[in-house]
């Protein structure tokens, strides 16, 4: 049984920091870190796979967040700096990635239950 657990978010004021971790079980594979807004479509932040550097979604993301994974293969991170009001969503891990549309919900089979940030200006 696959289970991916996210752990990490919180409240944090604009200009902050926080690292949101997941722990996945019963799989190897490439992760990836979605996100979703109220009121908007579930995004593609990150992803990164087993042996690899990480890849952002988005222009605004790089230099910002940071997406790295154990050498085990058990845990990915995203390390979120520089923190905005927009980036305040709930935060989700996937993985297993079933095509190469990596920055689409569509592409993961996993995911775990999110992990809620906001970001007060």
């Known amino acids: 049984q696959v289970q991916l657990v996210e752990s990490g978010g919180g409240s944090v004021q604009a200009g902050g920091s926080l690292r949101l971790s997941c722990v996945v079980s019963?799989?190897?594979?490439?992760m990836a870190w979605f996100r979703q807004a109220p009121g908007k479509e579930r995004e593609g932040v990150a992803f990164i796979f087993n042996r690899g550097t990480g890849t952002y979604c988005g222009e605004s993301l790089k230099g910002r967040f940071t997406i790295s994974r154990d050498s085990a293969g058990k845990s990915v991170y995203l390390q979120m700096n520089s923190l905005k009001p927009e980036d305040t969503a709930i935060y989700y891990c996937?993985?297993?990635?079933?095509?190469?549309?990596?920055?689409?919900?569509?592409?993961?089979?996993?995911w775990g239950q999110g992990t809620q940030v906001t970001v007060s200006s």
């Open positions: 996937a993985a297993f990635s079933v095509s190469d549309n990596y920055c689409y919900t569509s592409a993961w089979r996993y």
């Open positions: 019963g799989v190897t594979a490439n």
